[in-house]
């Protein structure tokens, strides 16, 4: 029996981009920032500290291109997701003044639930882009006041799919039959959050524990002819679908009259990076087990610097821009295996126009578009000892951007 996976999945849209609107705009520096229908994401310790409900909703295309060497060639993608945001505020009981909040954050691309590839251990695939760099995502939060309009705590789960199943195939003259069954399980990734204000300051500390969903799947293959088993071969295939590392984040930011200003810096956890590599064991006829090889990899945490700034223009328009340094987690590229991933600067903006409470509208609206740029720096690789599928040299560099519409609305 043979087991075809046909896919695509790295990462999740928020990850790489933002979820529209400010998030992206600001390059993610939106963790102290309480004007945000993510903030279950983002930081679910905002979700208390909010004015009013908020609701938000977002469309964009994102495009990932490479430039490579001749003898190298990686899929550039072309993809249209979507983001939906809600959050909402309340006071925990009647006669009291402290807040409480829950929220809401969905993304997803419009094609499709979620895919993946499963490589071969030599294939050259990009750790972050250029496969589909938007899995759907739902992440539900909440948080309460802490101390006196000063000190909010926040926590939130992300929710994800992971897959198991066996099969049992039976070749047989020209009836071939078999059996399968899957199981698609439910899993959870813990989020954490602090903010903090103090006067036209605010701060921010958050944590995501790693999402690591699994791909497992059971074969039993067998061949009779004329009713006499002349083959049996069970295999086991495993697979990781996708991998958002653990990551700590601090943030501040700061009010200086109609300017705000933001900095921030996120530590990523990649040193425990698993890569979507296809896993096979199976017995050869003695009865051993057999597992596929997969090379070492030198890789290493990440400090992600990132600065932002918020100001209105001609009263109803409101500037939002962000830049953040993407360092890379892969440290040598000699070896055998082909991690792709380099060096990323990124530039995000967002334009947006404020439209006053109508009989149309449930509470001040602002509609606008947003977009983000992705520089990867020119990477070259020499490879110590290549083999027969891999390249003795190469290089690659490449660009990725998103450029989207948004509406955000108070409720």
């Known amino acids: 029996m043979l087991l075809v996976l046909s896919a695509e999945a790295i990462a999740s849209q928020a990850q790489n981009y933002g979820l529209g609107g400010v998030s992206t705009g600001r390059a993610n520096a939106v963790l102290a920032e309480t004007s945000n229908p993510h903030a279950a994401l983002y930081n679910p310790a905002l ?121 049992e195939e039976t070749l047989v003259g020209k009836n071939p039959v078999g059996r399968m069954a899957l199981d698609v399980g439910l899993n959870t990734a813990a989020i954490v959050g602090l903010y903090t204000v103090l006067n036209e300051t605010q701060g921010a500390l958050t944590f995501h524990q790693a999402l690591d969903p699994s791909f497992t799947q059971a074969i039993d293959a067998k061949i009779a002819v004329a009713g006499e088993e002349i083959l049996h071969q069970p295999l086991l295939a495993k697979s990781t679908l996708y991998y958002e590392p653990q ?38 006829n003695l009865g051993a087990t057999r597992v596929t090889q997969v090379g070492q990899i030198s890789l290493q945490d990440t400090l992600n610097p990132r600065v932002s700034f918020e100001t209105v223009l001609l009263r109803s328009l409101t500037l939002s821009s962000g830049y953040q340094y993407r360092p890379t987690p892969v440290t040598d590229l000699s070896g055998t295996e082909n991690y792709l991933d380099s060096n990323a600067h990124i530039v995000g903006f967002s334009l947006s126009h404020s439209i006053l409470e109508s009989d149309f509208l449930p509470g001040p609206t602002q509609v606008g578009i947003y977009g983000q740029y992705h520089w990867l720096t020119q ?33």
């Open 47 to 167: 979700l208390p500290a909010q004015p009013q409900s908020l609701f938000g909703f977002s469309t964009a295309l994102q495009e990932v291109k490479f430039q490579t060497s001749d003898n190298l060639k990686l899929k550039n993608q072309s993809l249209a997701t979507w983001a939906l945001g809600l959050s909402f505020p309340f006071k925990i009981t009647k006669d009291s003044n402290r807040q409480g909040g829950f929220g809401l954050a969905i993304s997803g691309p419009f094609q499709k639930l979620r895919s993946f590839v499963a490589y071969a251990p030599e294939d050259a695939f990009s750790m972050r882009y250029g496969t589909s760099d938007s899995q759907f995502k739902a992440t539900l939060g909440t948080g309460i006041e802490l101390y006196d309009k000063r000190l909010f705590l926040g926590g939130g789960l992300s929710l994800y799919l992971s897959t198991a199943g066996t099969a």
């Open 247 to 284: 990551a700590l984040a601090l943030e501040a930011q700061h009010r200086f009259g109609s300017l705000k200003a933001s900095l921030g810096l996120s530590y990523e956890f990649w040193s425990r990076y698993k890569a979507p590599i296809l896993i096979t064991e199976a017995k050869d």
């Open 379 to 411: 990477r070259k690789v020499t490879k110590s000892s290549p083999t027969k599928a891999s390249l003795k040299e190469f290089s690659f560099q490449g660009t990725a951007a998103i450029y989207g519409l948004c509406l955000q609305t108070a409720l």
